[in-house]
């Protein structure tokens, strides 16, 4: 799901899905090149992202991005997953951290 997140708003090279994954996170996981890419190989066989081939500087690059099949995906479990899991520009946080946040507002 973090990888279809990720390409929710625009389509990106792989390097960049990796550094977007790794600024997202906040050190709270490794993200391995060597994940990434498998990844999103499966996503594209199962029809969630379409890649292409672009010259970005003067290299090719694969960029992926989100189809609406893929965009369904994300929305339907993605949007039930909120009230267990928050994710925002500072990282993923698990239930019992919003629940421990909860507490302390009040």
């Given at each position: 799901?973090?990888l279809?997140?990720?390409l ?19 050190d709270?996981?490794?993200?391995s ?19 292409s081939w672009a ?7 694969r960029?992926?991005?989100?189809t609406?099949?893929g965009?369904?995906r994300?929305?339907g479990?993605?949007?039930r ?12 946080k698990?239930?019992d ?5 909860r507490?302390?507002?009040?």
């Amino acid at each position: 799901m973090l990888l279809l997140a990720v390409l929710a708003d625009r389509a990106l090279h792989g390097y960049a899905i990796v550094e977007a994954l790794r600024q997202s996170g906040s050190d709270r996981f490794e993200v391995s090149e060597r994940a990434v890419y498998p990844a999103l190989h499966r996503l594209e066989h199962q029809g969630l992202v379409t890649s292409s081939w672009a010259v970005v500087n003067g290299r090719s690059r694969r960029t992926y991005e989100i189809t609406a099949v893929g965009r369904d995906r994300l929305n339907g479990p993605f949007l039930r997953l909120q009230g267990d899991a928050q994710l925002n520009t500072g990282g993923i946080k698990s239930h019992d951290q919003m629940t421990a946040d909860r507490r302390c507002r009040g």
